[in-house]
């Protein structure tokens, strides 16, 4: 039996374009706290800003550390956003 797995590392960069840089901004400023923190040997994560853009680049050891990374971080930002049009439907 061969112990080595077919996939050995896994990069990606995502880029989600939001409305105005504003909004990128202040998901970035809530998201990034879980990024910069999460706990994993076997992946890491970047997220910035560039214009109306978010940047997420994931770096991953193997394909599940990477899809938790994925799901974890989208979640966060799809979060961010349910609260900021709750905020905004508010004003």
């Known amino acids: 039996?061969?112990?080595?797995?077919?996939?050995?590392?896994?990069?990606?960069?995502?880029?989600?374009?939001?409305?105005t840089p504003l909004q990128a901004e202040i998901v970035l400023s809530?998201?990034?706290p879980e990024v910069e923190s999460s706990p994993?040997?076997?992946?890491?994560?970047?997220?910035?800003v560039q214009g109306r853009s978010i940047h997420l680049k994931i770096n991953?050891?193997?394909?599940a550390s990477f899809r938790a990374s994925l799901n974890s971080s989208l979640r966060w930002i799809l979060l961010s956003l349910e609260v900021l049009d709750l905020q905004n439907n508010n004003l």
């Open 30 to 32: 809530s998201v990034r």
């Open 40 to 48: 994993s040997e076997r992946s890491s994560m970047e997220i910035n």
């Open 60 to 63: 991953s050891n193997d394909a």
């Open 1 to 19: 039996m061969n112990d080595e797995t077919p996939l050995k590392k896994v990069e990606s960069e995502i880029i989600i374009d939001l409305d």
